[in-house]
């Protein structure tokens, strides 16, 4: 268990030496909990919109909801390394959109990174944040935010010259700044080889064993998120049922008068003839 926060040079600096571990919040109380058991990152994630918003993909996330939910996952966890999620068109328009978006993250929810989806293109982007001072996540592979462009939630990378490109993008990104790199939905020896080949840490979500370290969306984790699960998502447990049943059980004990019982009120005895006229 760790209670000193990280910095982006101390992930950077555990590239080799231990596996880092990313998970998402949304909120304050997951976030505490999380903190409590000494996760190196938090990723308030635009995947917010669609595990906690009820959109139906990333792309309708505002920067006013991310902050929103950034700020309360900083309360929840105050000394976790806490890295923000650029939502879809924050970044794209202008370098100088992307710096003062960057920056309301770090002024407005106290992230301590950012993180923005794509290749080549977003590499000035990465370049003029990192040069305002603001340490950069960089995210390739399977990226929601354009998943149409993609053709759909599709593993990337499966052929030899969609492989070449994503290396080159990842040393591209490497080159801009950023200081790790996450890998999505990409076969397992890509992965691996595009660890070897960066100096920044891979952190992998359905990339295989070889990334040095792994993200995964905590409700999916948790069997929280029950609309559809990626075959690479591992559920440690699996809550929903859990959660669905003891709330059924609360609704039958108040139909039935079993709740509250004796033990969860306040007894004191009083007549009407006490308190009414
Ligand atoms: O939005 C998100 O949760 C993410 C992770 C899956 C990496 O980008």
Redesign the pocket.
Known sequence: MQNMKLSAPAITAKKGVEKITML?AYDASFARMLESVGVDML?V???LGMVVLGYES?VPVSMDEMLHHAAAVRRGAPATMLVG?MPFLSYQVSRKEAVANAGRFFKEAGCDAVKLEGGREVCKAVQAIVQAGMPVMA?IGLTPQTVGKLGGFKVQGKDLDSARRLLKEAKALEEAGAFAL?L?CIPDGLARLISEEVAIPTIG?GAGAGCDGQ?L?TNDLLGLFEKFVPSFVKKYINLAPDIKEAVALFLDEVKSGSFPDEEHSFAMKIESKDICR
Do not use: K, Y
Request: aromatic share 0%; charged share 25%.
């Open positions: 998402t990723l994630g635009d995947s990333t999620d995210h996450v999505e979500i993200v969306v």
